[in-house]
Structures are given as C-alpha cells and as structure tokens.
Nanobody, 115 residues
Framework: QVQLVESGGGLVQPGGSLRLSCAVS????????MGWYRQAPGKQRELVAH???????DYADSVKGRFTISRENAKNTGYLQMNSLKPEDTAVYYC?????????WGKGTLVTVSS
C-alpha cells in the first residue's frame, strides 16, 4: 500500500522560508508524477506545484519565483522549498502522487505564515 507522509510545516514569519518533505513508501516513487496542493480555511484545495516523472515542473502563478518543487527518487522523497512566504500562503499542504489510474494523497502538514 502506498503511503505518503508530509513533514516540515510550522509557523514562520512573513518573508521566511520552509522546506516541506513528502516521504513515500510502498511503491516505486520514480514512476509517479508528484504534486503539492494546499487548502486554506474556507477555500478549495488548489494545485501549488507539480513535477512529472520525467522532471518537468509547473507552478501556480501565485507561487512562481518563490517556491521550488523537486524530487529525490533514490530517497523516495519529494520536496517543496518555499521562500518569501506571505500570510496568504497559510494553508494545509498536501503531497500527491499520480499515475493514471492511481492517485494517492498524504494527510497534510500545516503551514502558518504570521508575525
């Protein structure tokens, strides 16, 4: 069974940085596309960043130039480096693995950006 465990969330001041990790077990990580999503209170879940199994990346306009998605296949781990954080980045961040028809989610990690 595929399991995804996010870590690295927490409280950070505006302008600060965090790096989220997504540890994957139970499957061959490198065959999947990986995404980071977030859901703020009262809002729908939205895609933040995505990296394909081949390494192509894509970002939401709101995080371009500030966030970087990466993956380390040898460690079965994906990352989201978040810089220049803003209060509007506050949300629960979820890791996703997908390869049709499979689609897996982690339980999320909370990021709070506040002074």
């Amino acid at each position: 069974q595929v399991q995804l465990v996010e870590s690295g969330g927490g409280l950070v001041q505006p302008g600060g940085s965090l790096r989220l990790s997504c540890a994957v077990s139970g499957s061959m990580f490198d065959i999947y596309n990986m995404g980071w999503y977030r859901q703020a209170p009262g809002k729908q879940r939205e895609l933040v960043a995505h990296v394909t199994s081949g390494g192509s990346t894509d970002y939401a306009d709101s995080v371009k130039g500030r966030f970087t998605i990466s993956r380390e296949n040898a460690k079965n781990t994906g990352y989201l480096q978040m810089n220049s954080l803003k209060p509007e980045d506050t949300a629960v961040y979820y890791c996703n693995l997908n390869r049709l028809p499979m689609n897996y989610w982690g339980k999320g990690t909370l990021v709070t950006v506040s002074s």
